[in-house]
């Protein structure tokens, strides 16, 4: 019972879907089994709706349309197996009803051809390629075989028979298209969770170019800065930039622990001072405009961000010694000269807009000869 259970629990919604349609067929099917045999005169005609009720479960079993699996068929050998014995069981009582002399026997064989053919009806016919030929050829033939009528006398029969068979195949391929839509829902979401999965990745390594980023180019700097003290004979300064090194690569690691975390805590005033240590040890000049107080508390993260990102891009990719960082309650700005490199170059840009698009900020880049800005507007609040 605790299989049965568990194995129940890991079938997908679809599957499981898939299962009661299928069972619910099978009792469409057993019904009519149980009531045709309860109208059966003989142990024979039974025996035969029985046969021609096992061999419509075997065709079900066996059509893809119903497999738990989509298109995954268990014992697709049942199929032919059962149109074999259906076909069998129509064609024999057919014969039986032609040759044999006693009114009693008569009747049973036909019974049991109308029961064969109510049988590939619900369970054959549908699935079939050329459905409505078929089931117009047997709607016509089996009044011909099994009742021995001529065509004229037959045409009441013949209908009974199409019109069953339209209800049935009606009722097949809309249940088919229903399976077929809940088939595509479900791949919906598992598209949808490779696509979360994706975007979860996609922010990870923009956050971490981030981090990474600017934590290696002030080590980058300082450590090339303390070389050049070192070789100039100022000790003092050099040791102080290795200490100072030293902090960046304990807080770089911080930072990292933090992001694997996935909490990113970042300040804008803590991001504004250290731009202008890093920008510094770099020899360019920082020049602050404005106040963070002044940037909406809405934006105060990604606003740090764009510091964050924008003090990296001039130190990677411009001989700056001059930047003015601009801050206000409509956006901020943050400029340099010497820029260096194209801005199709720059990967961490194409991250940083993204971060401005998802809190309805909006990124501006404009570059010349002798000057480098960003220009961030917040949304109207």
Known sequence: MT???????????????????????????????????????????????????????????????????PGVVARPRML?????????LWAISGLVARVATDEATVLSARTVGVSAVFMAIFSVIPFTRHKWW?????????????????????LRGAAAFLFTGVFAIVLTRLTVWGLGIIDELERTKGVEAQLQVAEERLRFSRDLHDVVGRGFSAIAVKSE??????????????????????????????QMRTLVRGYRNIDLRGEVAGARSLLS??????????????VPAAFHEVAAWVVREGTTNIVEHSAATTATLALGGSGMSLRNDRPQGAIGERSGLRGLGERLAAVGATLDVATSGDEFALEIHWEKQ
Do not use: N
């Not at 303390?226 to 200490?243: F, N, Y």
């Not at 040890?281 to 002044?294: N, S, T, Y």
């Open 134 to 154: 078929i089931l117009v050829v047997l709607s016509v033939a089996t009044p011909l075989v099994v009742f021995g009528t001529p065509l004229g006398a037959g």
């Open 281 to 294: 040890a770099a020899g360019c000049v920082l020049v602050v405009e404005g106040d963070a107080a002044k």
């Open 80 to 88: 032919p197996v059962a149109i074999v014995m259906l076909v069998a």
């Open 3 to 69: 299989r049965a259970t568990a194995w129940w629990h890991e079938l997908s919604g679809a599957a499981k879907f898939r299962l009661y349609t299928r069972l619910s067929f099978q009792a469409v099917i057993a019904v009519l089994v149980v009531a045709l045999a309860i109208g059966a005169e003989s142990v024979p005609s039974v025996l035969g709706i029985v046969a021609g009720g096992i061999a419509a479960g075997f065709a079900l079993e066996a059509q893809p349309a119903f497999a738990t699996v």
């Open 225 to 254: 800065l303390a070389v050049a003290l070192s070789r100039a004979g100022d000790i003092d300064r050099a040791t102080a930039e290795m200490d100072e090194v030293r902090t960046l690569a304990v807080e770089s690691m911080g």
